[in-house]
């Protein structure tokens, strides 16, 4: 009997300044390949969006040809394109929606309509390829339903309450800057480049985070949103009062890095764990974006988790699970999270009418 074949999806993301194409299947991530445009915008400290879309658009047939190839696969196989409609940057997103209509169309195959946050929310169940004919297990109900989702990005800082997959509550977002651009700011008052995470984790491991005291926004409210921008504000009038010797001391940047880092995922801790407490029957959460990428994000938030289990044990005693994402590259802005989405939801996100949505919500 001939063995029924999954589908292969052909995923496109370009939100923001990485143009970026996937080939999927199901689960699983046969290839990903990303173009970043980090040095282009690097001399603007931001993503500039008319300078992402020519870079979009120079990038994107080569990158779906690399896609193609590093899955060994041919057009004829795709049965598939999936592509973000937002949120992101209007003429970014424009490049990727043109690039799979028209590739849908010459290969007469449907297009299915992916928002890039849920591509964030369920990086956490992409599988690496593997030569086992198998496919991958899908997402086990009972032991991870209803999970807590947290999208921590460079554009968004989400809780959100997850049924099923396609099944999501709000339960806070930012009301402000999202965490990965407060750190990108802070990043910047200190000529660190942009972005400035990955810097500032790297720089933070030898500093003290106790040096200097961030404080803590949003204590006073029940709600679970966040604000960034008083961290941002706090970092700027500290940064101002220090004179200009320690200011460029190693240690003090050390210092402060470590400081800064705290301040920002103190509070993202905070309201997690108010937020896990609130909803004491939630049995996994779920870490993406480009912060979660974060070693000392993910350890503290372990420890939360295991706080959360001593005061409100799941029935017998099950431990809730962290869930991220299998490699670092899957945090950051990648078509593969999109294909695996598209695989998860299938005919659901069929749009014979796509358009660009920056707003788009989850
Ligand atoms: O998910 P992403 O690539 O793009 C958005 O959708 O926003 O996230 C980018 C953000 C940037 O703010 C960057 O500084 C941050 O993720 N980031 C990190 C780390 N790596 C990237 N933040 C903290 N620690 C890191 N290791
Ligand atoms: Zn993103």
């Known amino acids: 009997m001939p063995r029924t074949r999954q589908p292969l999806i052909l995923a496109i993301d370009t939100s923001c300044d ?92 449907p297009v299915l309509a992916v928002n890039h946050l849920e591509g964030h929310l369920l990086s956490v169940l992409t599988q690496p390829n593997s030569r086992s004919p198998e496919p991958p297990r899908e997402p086990d109900d009972a032991a991870l339903f209803p999970a807590l989702g947290m999208i921590v990005s460079g554009g968004h800082t989400q809780l959100l309450k997850i049924r099923q997959v396609g099944r999501y509550e709000l339960l806070g977002t930012t009301l402000d800057d999202a965490a990965g651009e407060c750190l990108d700011k802070i990043g910047r008052m200190l000529n660190l480049g942009y972005p400035a995470g990955a810097a500032i984790e790297e720089l933070a491991r030898t500093g003290n985070r106790e040096t200097v005291t961030f404080p803590l926004p949003l204590t006073h409210q029940k709600t679970f949103d966040f604000s960034f921008s008083g961290l941002k504000t706090f970092a700027r009038n500290y940064l101002e009062a220090v004179s200009e010797k320690d200011r460029h001391s190693s240690q003090f940047i050390r210092d402060f890095c470590a400081s800064a880092q705290w301040g920002v995922f103190r509070h993202i801790l905070y309201k997690a764990q108010r937020a896990l407490e609130a909803n004491p029957e939630i049995r996994s959460v779920w870490l993406g974006g480009g912060v979660a990428a974060n070693m000392q994000l993910r350890t503290l938030l372990r420890q939360s988790i295991r706080d959360v289990d001593k005061k409100n044990p799941l029935t017998g005693g099950v431990k809730r699970r962290l869930l991220v994402p299998y490699c670092k590259k899957l945090c950051a802005d990648n078509a593969a999270m999109i294909g695996v989405v598209a695989g998860l939801r299938g005919d659901a996100l069929k749009d014979e009418n796509l358009d660009r949505q920056p707003r788009m919500r989850l």
Request: proline share 4%; glycine share 8%.
């Open 18 to 109: 990485d143009t970026s194409v996937a080939v999927t299947s199901g689960l699983r991530v046969i290839s990903n390949v990303v173009a970043s445009q980090t040095q282009l915008h690097k001399q603007y400290g931001g993503v500039f969006p008319t300078v992402a879309k020519l870079a979009h658009k120079e990038n994107i047939e080569p990158t779906i040809r690399a896609a193609l190839r590093g899955a060994r696969c041919t057009a004829g196989e795709i049965t598939a394109v999936a592509v973000t409609v937002g949120p992101g940057l209007a003429p970014a997103l424009e490049v990727g929606i043109r690039a799979a209509e028209t590739w849908a169309r010459t290969n007469a195959v």
